[in-house]
């Protein structure tokens, strides 16, 4: 490594923790807020969360209300992450991401939510490949595609939604591995009415949760930098 590389490897590992069963959205909303402060006013270690949700939709800072076709589906929540609407559920790994975004992180720069942005796209398309999947970007929209070999069709695989708070990162991304993807039926997904979503499953690619955090993982260490899991794995 040359010495303008090592400048860019953090003081500490990020750390990953893992919540089994399902996470209840607001419990979720609230230890996120609480630990993103503890990084900005204590220096608290860093952390990608992993966890699960019941149904429910969530709506962005660019949501618009008729965006959520149906809106006694699911329970609905107003955040202050960006982007539209959108749906999570049992079968989807949800990753919320608390970085410090002053300090460097592997190839990102310091205080350029752009370029932190697009480490998380770099995050997810390289987790994919790991599973057998080709992820990409499409200019004008936040999130992965692929193509389904079967039919052709342009789909959305995973959601990029994320809140900067004084230059500490929340909220995060969301992987569909076999959520019901049915439950989008009830918004318009990201504001896109024209592409639909897929899945690992859907994809013809099935793997376990275990597996897509451990491609999540393997594949952060190549983009964002050291990262290893919490000595247990209980929620926050």
């Known amino acids: 490594m040359t010495a303008a590389a090592s400048t860019l490897v953090p003081a500490h590992p990020v750390e990953w923790l893992h919540s089994p069963g399902f996470t209840p959205y607001e419990t979720a909303e609230a230890a996120m807020r609480e630990h993103a402060e503890a990084i900005r006013e204590r220096g608290a270690v860093e952390r990608v969360w992993l966890v699960e949700h019941q149904p429910l939709y969530t709506a962005g800072t660019s949501a618009q209300p008729e965006e959520l076709i149906e809106p006694g589906r699911f329970p609905t929540y107003r955040t202050g992450r960006g982007g539209h609407w959108t749906y999570h559920?049992?079968?989807?790994?949800?990753?919320?991401?608390?970085?410090?975004?002053t300090r460097p992180h592997g190839r990102q720069r310091p205080r350029d939510v752009r370029a932190?942005?697009?480490?998380?796209?770099?995050?997810?398309?390289?987790?994919l490949a790991r599973l057998g999947v080709a992820g990409e970007r499409r200019a004008g929209r936040v999130g992965i595609w692929v193509i389904d070999p079967a039919t052709g069709a342009e789909s959305k695989i995973a959601a990029i939604g994320v809140r900067v708070t004084r230059w500490v990162s929340w909220h995060g991304v969301a992987l569909n591995v076999a959520p019901d993807l049915g439950h989008f039926g009830g918004i318009i997904p990201c504001g896109i009415s024209e592409h639909g979503v897929t899945s690992l499953a859907a994809l013809g690619r099935p793997a376990t949760m275990r597996d897509v955090d451990a491609a999540l993982l393997a594949a952060w260490t190549g983009v964002f930098g050291p990262a290893e899991w919490a000595v247990q794995k209980p929620g926050p």
């Open 89 to 101: 559920g049992p079968g989807q790994r949800v990753a919320y991401v608390m970085l410090d975004l």
């Open 116 to 127: 932190f942005v697009c480490g998380l796209e770099d995050w997810l398309i390289a987790a």
